[in-house]
């Protein structure tokens, strides 16, 4: 007679758990599934999307991070590919759409080998083996460049934003970025991105964006007394207010007649006049305070024609300090002469229905603001974006100093290259391999598709092409349908898109590929919630699994 066997339970009640390649399976689906959202807005006919958050603010926008963070998504697997997207713009600050396609793809590939009974830790070899390849391949076909190409980087800059907002604008606004990134390079020819300031402001066109060799604070003089321009300013950067300082500890001060309230104004009155002399001594005729400035400080610097700005934000008082030479003061004791920094100019200038302070012609802005407009909060919002994505891919390229060719022609490029090292190979890694180089090519058939072409015959011309082996950047112009030189025609990326690109895409596609069991922990409050790839959660036993008991 047997004895009925107890289920042992090591896991709390309600905790959902997916295995094998169920769980496998569940996590490429819910990948592929971001890839194929943003998949649409690729290239220069891609789409935008409109995000409506939970309090109704409407995003438009075709840039792939900006559409995965808004998107707030759940799945743990699809947060995988969203850091993808967060690494690239970290990293690059362009390509974050390519890498989320290409990784979507690497593991939509994978799947089709998991059916034929690759084992997934042999796929994940073989796709280490071919992102080391692809890295190899990408550095030996790409083209030098330097600071002093400007053509080279103003193509760089228009490439970045072909088929984003800006596009109407795009010769304009990369001759802009180019400007601000070059004025920024360092004696050693290391460069900074955030000493070039992007500022946005609503109200007239496009058109009127500006470059300010200098820095652009959005903030207007505090006083209707101070002058509205300073030539030859002489800047003084102050990170303490200029006001009278509360007792650390709660203090009661008793006042028994008038000459004493008196006394106590007339203290404060002197103490203030004194914060103001000490400016005086220092020679500033422009103050920028991080902090508060009293209305009486605010007077007095005011009779003394000190232009004066207060409660600037910390970024922007590093930003005037590296622009004007000064150095930031936290004690007004010790500000002198030698702290104050040199602006040709200092100006309240009014900008939409705002004012805003411009210093500007500094004698070796270190650096500078770009300043840009747009009609609605959208419009402005989205230019800021590609100006975003233009300035990154700038400053990309040099520093690696290598940039390839665009429209798709990198890519059926590497493809051609892992073909034949999957040649050379032995044993089912081989597969893997054909897989990475075969899931390369989704660039520019996503491209062909996202214009309407057929990407059948798009990537049969490409490759015919690209056999001939001096048509290594034959790529696909979108405008045209046609296969084009695109290097010729001036679509120039920085190599470390496509590397960064490549080197996210495999190393996420890898970790994915080797988890084979998916624990959803049992929670009272999620009951109903659907966890990953299983059943709601609070359900009776017995629902989705065996009964309790018929173990």
Not at 148 to 175: P, Q, R, S, W, Y
Request: negative net charge; aromatic residues 2%; contains cysteine.
């Amino acid at each position: 007679m047997t004895k009925d066997v107890q289920p042992i339970f090591i896991m709390p009640e309600g905790t959902q758990r997916n295995t094998g390649k169920d769980a496998q399976k569940n996590n490429i689906m819910a990948a592929s599934l971001v890839a194929e959202t943003v998949r649409t807005t690729l290239g220069p006919k891609g789409m935008d999307k409109m995000l409506v958050d939970s309090i109704n603010d409407v995003t438009v926008t075709n840039d792939g991070v900006t559409i995965l963070e808004e998107m707030n998504i759940e799945h743990p697997a699809a947060k995988m590919i969203v850091e993808v997207a967060k690494t690239q713009e970290d990293e690059v600050g362009d390509g974050t759409t390519t890498a989320v396609v290409l990784a979507g793809e690497l593991l939509k590939n994978a799947e089709d080998l998991l059916d034929k009974n690759v084992h997934s830790t042999i796929i994940a070899k073989g796709y280490r083996l071919a992102a080391e390849k692809a890295q190899e391949i990408l550095n030996s076909i790409a083209e030098d460049v330097s600071v002093d190409d400007t053509n080279t980087l103003n193509k760089i800059a228009v490439t970045a934003m072909t088929g984003k907002g800006a596009e109407g604008n795009k010769e304009l606004l990369a001759d802009l970025a180019v400007k601000a990134v070059k004025s920024v390079v360092n004696e050693d020819g290391s460069i900074d991105i955030g000493d070039v300031k992007i500022e946005k402001k609503v109200g007239s066109g496009v058109d009127d964006s500006e470059l300010v060799s200098g820095i652009v604070v959005d903030k207007e003089r505090i006083h209707p007394g101070m002058p509205k321009i300073v030539k030859k300013a002489k800047v003084a950067l102050i990170d303490s207010a200029l006001e009278m300082k509360n007792t650390e500890m709660d203090a009661k001060i008793q006042i028994t007649n008038p000459n004493q309230m008196q006394a106590f104004v007339e203290q404060e009155e002197k103490m203030l006049k004194g914060m103001v002399n000490k400016v005086m001594a220092s020679g500033a005729n422009v103050v920028i305070c991080q902090k508060g400035i009293d209305d009486l400080a605010q007077h007095f610097l005011a009779k003394e024609g000190i232009f004066s700005v207060r409660r600037v934000k910390k970024s922007d008082m590093d930003a005037l300090a590296r622009a004007t030479g000064a150095k930031i003061v936290s004690n007004l004791d010790d500000l002198s002469e030698d702290d104050l920094g040199y602006s040709g100019c200092v100006e309240e200038v009014k900008v939409g229905d705002e004012e805003m302070t411009y210093v500007k012609d500094c004698k070796n802005p270190k650096s500078v603001t770009l300043l840009v407009r747009g009609g609605t909060e959208h419009v402005v919002d989205e230019i800021k974006r590609a100006v975003d994505d233009a300035i990154g891919d700038v400053v990309a390229a040099l520093r690696c100093k290598k940039v390839v060719a665009g429209a798709g022609a990198p890519e059926i490029e590497l493809s051609k290259e892992l073909r034949k090292y999957a040649s050379k190979l032995k044993g089912r890694e081989q597969l893997a391999v054909e897989a990475f180089a075969e899931s390369v090519e989704i660039i520019p058939r996503t491209l062909a598709e996202n214009a309407g072409l057929d990407p059948i015959d798009v990537l049969t011309d490409l490759k015919n092409k690209h056999e001939k082996k001096t048509q290594k950047w034959a790529g696909i112009n979108v405008f045209t349908g046609r296969v084009v030189d695109s290097w010729r025609i001036g679509v120039v990326e920085p190599l470390k898109i496509k590397t960064q690109a490549v080197k996210s895409a495999s190393e996420v596609a890898n970790l994915i590929l080797r988890i084979d069991d998916v624990i959803t922990g049992g929670d009272d409050s999620g009951a109903g919630k659907m966890p990953p790839g299983g059943m709601p959660q609070g359900m009776p036993p017995g629902m989705g699994g065996m009964p309790p008991g018929m173990g």
